[in-house]
């Protein structure tokens, strides 16, 4: 038999973690799915976790038992936004997807008790990975003795104040009329 392994942020664990003491116990579809990717992740920081694998708010290209693959973002919960665009980590096939590499699989029990066997075909988006590629992009572009760029503004106490006109009794306010 060959040890489930999963690749976890460490922002990624501390969910799974949450969400397992959230558990409604026994009873709850997502406590043994909970438990295995706990208990076989490999915890990793944004910046060194591979580019094939399914990370929160990552587009991945999955199928279930061989079916026609599909393509959805894994969110952290329910959106309001189009239908079939997301897959939250609170449904079982979510949460399979998340941490897998490309070409690793996950078996879980579907609604009905049958096994669903899930496969990561591919990940097209990783936020953490376009992340280190922006950073990247802006090293190389950007000189190395970098000089904040200022720019002068003229403001209101740059001008001449203007002289207001005092009457002979030394009393400025000119009155309702002027307003």
Request: proline content about 7%.
């Amino acid at each position: 038999m060959t040890r489930e392994t999963c690749f976890l942020t460490t922002k990624d664990f501390t969910i799974l973690e949450v969400m397992r003491d959230r558990c409604l116990g026994r009873d709850d579809p997502l406590a043994p799915i909970l438990k295995r990717k706990i208990e076989s992740a490999t915890v990793m920081f944004r910046d060194d976790i591979p580019v094939n694998v399914a990370t929160l708010s990552s587009r991945v290209t999955f199928s279930v038992n061989g079916r026609e693959p599909d393509s959805r973002i894994i969110s952290h919960d329910r959106m309001t936004s189009p239908i079939g665009m997301f897959l939250p980590i609170t449904t079982a096939r979510g949460l399979a997807l998340l941490g897998l590499s490309e070409g690793q699989e996950f078996t879980v029990a579907n609604a009905d008790g049958k096994e669903e066997r899930i496969l990561l075909h591919q990940v097209l988006y990783q936020p953490e990975a376009a992340r280190r590629e922006k950073e990247a992009s802006e090293r190389t572009l950007a000189p190395t003795s970098r000089k904040p760029n200022l720019r002068m503004i003229r403001g209101a106490f740059y001008d001449e104040p203007r002289l207001v006109p005092v009457s002979h009794d030394g009393f400025d306010d000119p009155g309702p009329s002027a307003a």
